[in-house]
C-alpha cells in the first residue's frame, strides 16, 4: 500500500501537491451522454481521491504506531487541502471548476471550503438540483457516492429523498420504469449510447444512505465491527409512514422499524429496535412534540423533560436538539 501511494505522489503536482490527472474523471455522469465532459472533472476527482487515500494511510500509520509516516503523509495531506480552493476555485464564476454537482459535492464532503464562500457553495448545489435539474441529479459515480450524505449533512435529506424517488431520466426510478431489474452502467443506458450494462452496481452507492439515514441503521464513527451502534432514522424529513431495515453484522442482527401515526396536534412515533449482544447503542427519537412522553413497552422512560430510569437495557438519555438520544445495550426495544 505504502509503495502504491509512492507512486500517486510521484504522480502529483510539484507546486500545489494535488494529483490533477486521471482518465475517466466522474465517469458515467449525465452529460448528455458524452464522455468527454466527465472526463473534464478529472483534475477535481483525481486530487479527492488523492487526498482521501493520504487521509486514510496517515491514519492506519497512526493506529500502526509509525509515527514517522503518520507525520509524513499527514503534512502531504494537509498540504494539498490546503491547494484545493486555491487551485479549483474559479473567482470569475464564484464556482469550484466547472460548477457541476460532483465539483461542488467533493469540496463540501471534504471540507476544503471556506466559510467565506461556503454558503454561496451551497446555495449553488442546491439550485443546481432544484432548479437547473428540476430535482434531479446529475452525477457519475464518483458524485453519486458522495450526493446523498452530503445533502443530509447539509440537513437537506428531504430534497435527497425526492430525488432518489424521481422515476423520469435521470434517475434510478427512471431505470425501473425502463423495465430494469438490476442496476444500469450509465444513466441513460441505450437511449445515448451503444454500450452499457444493464447489471452493474457502480450506481449503488445510494444503498448505504439508504439503511443508515432512512432506514437509521450506522455505525459510530469510532466503532470497529458495530461495537457501537447509532439509531437514528431522519423520519421527519421524509414523507413516509414507515419503514423497516434490517442488516447482518458479525455481532448479530440489527433491526430498526418505525412508524409515523395519529394527527398533526397529537403525532404518535412506534420504533422497533433490536441490537445484537455486545453490542450497545444511542437512539434518536425526534420530539415530535415540546412536551413528549416516550414509553418502553409498557414503562414510561421519559417525561415532563426528565429520563426515568429503571427500564433493562436504557442505561440513560441526552436531550439534545430534535432529538432524545437514549443509551440503550444489547435486546429488543420498542
Known sequence: VKQYINSLISESDPSSGLLVWSRYGDWCSVDNGLDTSCQARSPIVSSFYFIMQLQKFSFVANLLGNQADYEYYSALANA??????????????????????TSLLLSLYIGVVPDTVKSNIIKQLIDDITIKNNVHLDTGIVGTKYFFPVLTALNNTKIAFQVLNQTTFPSYGYMIANGATTLWENWQSSRYKSYGSRNHIMFGTQTPWSYQVLGGIAQAESSVA??????????????????????????????CSWYKGGSTSKPVLELDVTIPINSIAQVYVPKLTSNPLVTEGSQIVWINGTFVPGSPGIVGCMDIGNNLIFRIGSGGYS
Do not use: C, K, M
Not at 457501537?228 to 413516509?240: F, K, N, V, W, Y
Open 80 to 101: 494539498a487541502r490546503n491547494q484545493w480552493h486555491p487551485t479549483f476555485y474559479n473567482t470569475t464564476t464564484n464556482t469550484y471548476l466547472d460548477g457541476t454537482q
Open 226 to 255: 458495530f461495537e457501537e451502534i447509532i439509531i437514528h432514522p431522519r423520519l421527519t424529513a421524509i414523507p413516509l409512514q414507515s419503514i423497516s431495515a434490517s442488516i447482518v453484522t458479525i455481532r448479530g442482527l440489527i433491526l
